[in-house]
C-alpha cells in the first residue's frame, strides 16, 4: 500500500481511506474493465448489437483490436487474477459468454438459416464465439506482449487470412 501511495503522490492513510487492502484496489481495477466491457457505446458492443455476423468479420476484428489496445494494463490483470486468485475474477466473463453471444446473435443466426446461407453441419455460434476470441488473443499476443507479426503477416494479412478460413473452411468440399 506504501508502494501505491508512493506512485499515486499521496499519503497512505488516503490510499487506507479507498481501499482497506490491496484486493479492493485489484477487485476495482477489473470492474473498470468490466464496466468498459459492458458499454453498449464502445465500436465493439455496437458491432454486437447489430449482429452482422459473419459480414462484418473485419469490423470485429478492427474493433477488438482497439479495446485490447486500450486496456491492456486492465487485461493484464486477468495473468494477475489466473495467477493468484486462480481465475475467480474473470470466470464471471467465461461463464456466460456462450449465453450472452447466444442472446445477441440469435435472430442473426435464424436468419442466416433461414437465407440458406449456412451449411447444415456448420455451428454459427460456435463460429462467432471462435472468431472473436481468435482475434482477442491475437491481438492480446501483439500488443501486451509486444510480439508484432506473430503469424509472420501484417494485421491486414491475418484479418483477410483469418476471415477467409471462418468463411470458406480449408479443405475442398467433399475432401477429408
Do not use: C
Not at 493484464?76 to 489466473?82: A, S
Not at 437465407?115 to 501486451?144: G, I, N
Request: glycine share 4%; net charge negative; charged share 25%.
Amino acid at each position: 500500500m506504501k508502494d501505491i501511495a508512493q506512485e499515486a503522490s499521496v499519503s497512505i492513510g488516503r490510499v487506507y481511506h479507498h481501499f482497506q487492502a490491496k484486493i479492493d484496489i485489484f477487485t476495482a481495477l477489473l470492474e473498470q474493465y468490466w464496466s468498459f466491457l459492458g458499454d453498449p457505446n464502445t465500436e465493439l458492443n455496437q458491432l454486437i448489437q447489430r449482429a452482422q455476423f459473419p459480414d462484418d468479420i473485419a469490423a470485429l476484428a478492427r474493433a477488438i483490436r482497439q479495446v485490447v489496445e486500450e486496456n491492456r494494463d486492465h487485461i493484464m490483470l486477468i495473468y494477475v487474477d489466473v495467477i493468484e486468485f486462480h481465475g475467480e475474477h474473470i470466470n464471471r466473463i467465461y461463464r456466460n459468454m456462450a449465453e450472452n453471444f447466444r442472446n445477441a446473435y440469435a435472430n442473426r443466426i435464424e436468419e442466416l438459416e433461414q437465407q440458406k446461407r449456412l451449411r447444415p453441419e456448420a455451428d454459427p455460434l460456435f463460429a462467432v464465439m471462435f472468431t472473436y476470441r481468435f482475434f482477442f488473443h491475437y491481438f492480446l499476443v501483439e500488443t501486451s506482449f509486444g510480439v508484432q507479426d506473430h503469424f509472420g503477416f501484417g494485421t491486414d494479412q491475418v484479418i483477410e487470412k483469418a476471415e477467409d478460413l471462418i468463411l470458406h473452411g480449408l479443405l475442398n468440399r467433399g475432401t477429408k
